[in-house]
């Protein structure tokens, strides 16, 4: 049977409430806010029935400290001195009924009906979120920050339908993990899960990975060769970085989508396939349209359901179960044991920004693990890390470069690349993190432009 907890300083209300209620729940009974926080305290109470007016105590004053102690816990007020500014008040703030002296016995059994339904709900939903969390934790994921949230509920909606999924985030913020929970939790867990990263791969090579190609179609082609795309029939492909695909492939693509079909190269006959499709990218696919780098129809077939997956910056009640998360990861692969996380640690991390999201702190992790020698994680075991990466970030070019009112996006961005370049003494892997663009990007542009700058 369910405990309630009835508060009144008047000991026959009490008393009738107990007699009236004793066959149905547990009844406990209290005259004053002391003796009611020590009876919730060491007892398992589901529900609050307290008096509004305690002797010269407040029943409000009750109902808050429940709260901070529980805010799902349900509590009803009761008064002889009821008005509406006070009802209106008394909901405001969360109590769940208000019911006038003298009590209706009736009507109180079926408030506390209705009260003990909305506690059991609370439970459940409460377990399904911690079912839910253990689910995406297999993956990597956690999911206790409501825009996380907001995201994993956009996935179960969506994980077994076959529209096409644009994931979109800065770099390291786990979209990669997202898109394999979706196929592996999906209605196609029992196909292949393809995937490829559009900027690691030259473009001329990347055609006849993804669409495959028959016998003699280049020298080199001793025989037939089926593409990822091809290989991945029935269940889901990714294609990673999708901002990075050449314009030639995004029409190929949008065939792939539109006609459910490939063509190998050197082919002559379409290869009918059914995969679900999945695209993730750090970049703003809508400038890059406008810059005419990709195909607004290929954008729109896409993105059919959009799901934005938002920073560790974003998100930071979620750091300290990520930390766990990578320290048992890697206490076990590199056999280290850690007994201690001191509190300095804990802050640092707080305090820090995170440019490369849980990618980054996955890296910070690993490091101090590896380097720990004595079972503590201590800041010393992550400030060089964090440091270096702060030093960077100050130390960045801030020289002002003229562009005028009128001049070509292209000459702009000319400019930006090849003074960025300069300041940071033509190291290409730096400059493309401070303009927050891939190297493979860099070198296309610098073929774009013809720059004859020698370039290491």
């Known amino acids: 049977m369910e405990s309630i907890l009835i508060v009144d300083d008047d000991i026959l209300i009490c008393e009738t409430l107990r007699f009236t209620l004793k066959d149905k729940y547990v009844i406990f009974t209290a005259k004053n806010i002391e003796d009611a926080l020590y009876i919730y305290n060491t007892n398992n109470i589901q529900l609050v029935i307290t008096d509004l007016k305690l002797g010269q105590e407040s029943g409000m004053d009750l109902y808050k400290k429940i709260k901070y102690l529980d805010p799902k816990n349900v509590v009803i007020l009761m008064t002889a001195y009821g008005s509406t500014e006070l009802v209106i008040k008394a909901i405001k703030d969360g109590v769940f009924y208000y019911i006038n002296k003298p009590i209706d016995l009736h009507q109180l059994?079926?408030?506390?009906?209705?009260?003990?339904?909305?506690?059991?709900?609370?439970?459940?939903?409460?377990?399904?979120?911690?079912?839910?969390?253990?689910?995406?934790?297999?993956?990597?994921i956690i999911a206790d920050s409501h825009a996380m949230k907001k995201v994993i509920n956009t996935i179960e909606k969506v994980k077994n339908i076959n529209s096409t999924i644009l994931l979109t985030g800065e770099s390291g913020t786990g979209k990669t993990m997202l898109a394999k929970y979706i196929h592996y939790h999906g209605n196609r867990r029992t196909k292949h899960f393809g995937v490829i990263n559009c900027a690691a791969i030259p473009s001329n090579l990347l055609e006849s990975e993804l669409f495959g190609y028959k016998k003699g179609a280049f020298t080199g082609a001793l025989k037939d060769k089926p593409g990822m795309i091809e290989l991945a029939n029935g269940g889901t492909f990714l294609f990673d970085e999708i901002g990075e695909l050449d314009l030639a492939l995004q029409t190929k693509l949008l065939r792939v989508i539109q006609e459910k079909e490939v063509f190998p190269i050197g082919g002559s006959q379409p290869k009918k396939i059914d995969i679900r499709i999945i695209a993730a990218t750090n970049r703003n696919l809508v400038d890059l349209i406008n810059e005419g780098?990709?195909?607004?129809?290929?954008?729109?077939?896409?993105?059919?359901?959009?799901?934005?997956?938002?920073?560790?910056?974003?998100?930071?009640?979620?750091?300290?179960?990520?930390?766990?998360?990578?320290?048992?990861?890697?206490?076990?692969?590199?056999?280290?044991?850690?007994?201690?996380?001191?509190?300095?640690?804990?802050?640092?991390?707080?305090d820090y920004s995170f440019p490369g999201n849980i990618r980054e702190l996955e890296n910070i992790i690993e490091r101090a693990v590896a380097l720990s020698t004595d079972g503590v994680l201590d800041t010393i075991d992550i400030e060089n890390n964090i440091l270096s990466y702060e030093s960077i970030e100050n130390s960045k070019p801030s020289k002002l470069i003229p562009i005028f009112l009128g001049e070509s996006l292209i000459n702009a961005e000319k400019k930006i690349i090849l003074e960025t370049l300069k300041q940071c003494s033509y190291n290409k892997s730096e400059a493309a993190k401070i303009l927050g663009i891939t190297e493979?990007?860099?070198?296309?542009?610098?073929?774009?432009?013809?720059?004859?700058?020698?370039?290491?």
């Open 440 to 456: 493979r990007t860099i070198r296309n542009k610098l073929k774009t432009y013809k720059s004859d700058l020698i370039i290491d």
């Open 109 to 140: 059994e079926l408030i506390i009906e209705q009260g003990i339904k909305f506690k059991n709900l609370y439970k459940e939903i409460e377990y399904l979120n911690n079912q839910l969390s253990a689910k995406y934790s297999d993956f990597g």
């Open 293 to 350: 780098k990709f195909r607004e129809d290929l954008y729109y077939r896409l993105n059919v359901i959009n799901i934005h997956v938002p920073p560790l910056r974003e998100r930071k009640e979620e750091i300290f179960k990520l930390v766990e998360l990578f320290i048992t990861r890697y206490s076990t692969l590199l056999d280290k044991k850690i007994d201690l996380i001191s509190n300095d640690f804990c802050k640092t991390l707080l």
